[in-house]
């Protein structure tokens, strides 16, 4: 399983790339395969403040909920229709295709605390 | 963790294993939609072998399993199978099984792989209590179960037996061979589909599978997990223990009055269930479809049409591979479980619109 050194990681298998004032948030290939066929994604409407660490929706699977974490304190900007109406992209193109939303940072907050590909391939190694 | 006899087959074609009750089985091989489309297109693969099978044999052994589920045992003819409920004096539900008559005074009857231990224990002490004297064993270690369902299941399973499996009719069984091997071929099954569940002894599983894996795959059989398992049984609206059916629930209630024979002599739980039945079930057990965007799933609570009060509960639900969209089973007050009735089902604390559908949610085309 290939992570993109363009990417950052976070402990909840999501990824995040930062452009300008503004990152890109979505979930990684280890999450997708470890949930199997996502059925169902719930995003924010754009507009939404979030705090680091808040939920800021879900994908489903089949069997599974999982909450999506906000990485950083910000704005929602945009949110990825396509995915919400054919949530199986998910599945097919997670680090690419699957993005999810885009956040404007607020002042302070920033992609500092997450791992590159490198240590997020180890971490995923230690869950196996 | 406990293993089948499958373990190393479930390695070589990539099951996901997960712990299930205790069992390492596989959850999913090459993904739970695929599982389950391809068991409904042509045919699926099923290890069950985690089910418990227990055996009463002997004078008085018919009368002994009579008395102590739903069903009426005296009807069953050798070679018949027979869906039923191991029930608890209050009318509560010990387990849901099948009894097989393999012989004048044998019946074989299968149980969840949850509830074996519990529910031999229970037949044990009815067994002491009642001074019988016939032979009651606990044989799931004897035993591997392997299902083949979906509509080529007996184009694929009839080269491998000498059984005519066009004369072996839904819940009937004929005592022949698979593979080479002894087996009971049964035409039962979990998925709605048509199908067979093949009992042979615990080490000739992997014969059989290796056989069925040859035999089906190139006409589009695929071996399917437990998560298929569940989707296909849910949208067949064929309860599962654990969800529709507890201590705390009736067969009446669940649907399964067509399997509880009030007019047959006393069994534990007849009283309960006639006073039961007499005041009016309160509740029943009724398929939902949502009509917003989500997931109901088990536990998620039920309100009625405005969202203002709690009326019942999801005891299973999921996004329906074959359908293409969410639907639910749960328990709600008699008087909205008519088809066409509207409630809502509250998701992460939104009330989401729902209505009562007519079941099964997937009905086979054949």
Known sequence: MRFPDSLKYTKDHEWAKAEGNRITVGVTDHAQSALGDIVFVELPKVGRELKAGETFGV?????????????????????????VSEPSIVNRDPHSGAWLVKIELSPGSDLGGLMDSAKYSEYVETLK | MKRTALFEEHRKLGGRLVDFGGWELPVQYTGVIDEHLACRSAAGLFDVSHMGEITAEG????EFLDRIVSNDVSKIEIGMAQYSALLRPDGGIVDDLIVYRRGPEKYFVVVNASNTEKDFAWMERAYREGGSSFRLENESGKWSQIAI??????????PLTPARLSEVKTFRFSESEVAGVPAIVARTGYTGEDGFEIYVGWDSGPKIWSAL???GTPVGMKPCGLGARDTLRLESKYPLYGNELTDETNPLE???????????PDFVGKAALVSAKNEGLKRKLVGLELRGAGIPRHGYKVFDSE???????????????????PIAIAYVPTGVSAVGQKVSIEIRGTKIPAEVVPTPFYKRPY
């Open chain 1, 59 to 83: 994908v489903e699977s089949i069997k599974a909920v999982s909450d999506l974490y906000s990485p950083v304190s910000g704005k929602v900007v945009a949110v990825n229709d396509s995915v």
């Open chain 2, 59 to 62: 004078p008085g052994s018919m």
């Open chain 2, 149 to 158: 369902q979906g509509p080529l299941s007996e184009r694929i399973l009839q």
């Open chain 2, 213 to 215: 894996i040859e035999a």
């Open chain 2, 254 to 264: 669940a649907g399964l009055g067509f399997a509880t024979k009030l007019d047959k």
């Open chain 2, 307 to 325: 969202g203002a009060r709690e009326i019942g509960i999801v005891t299973s639900g999921t996004q329906s591979p074959s359908l293409k969209k």
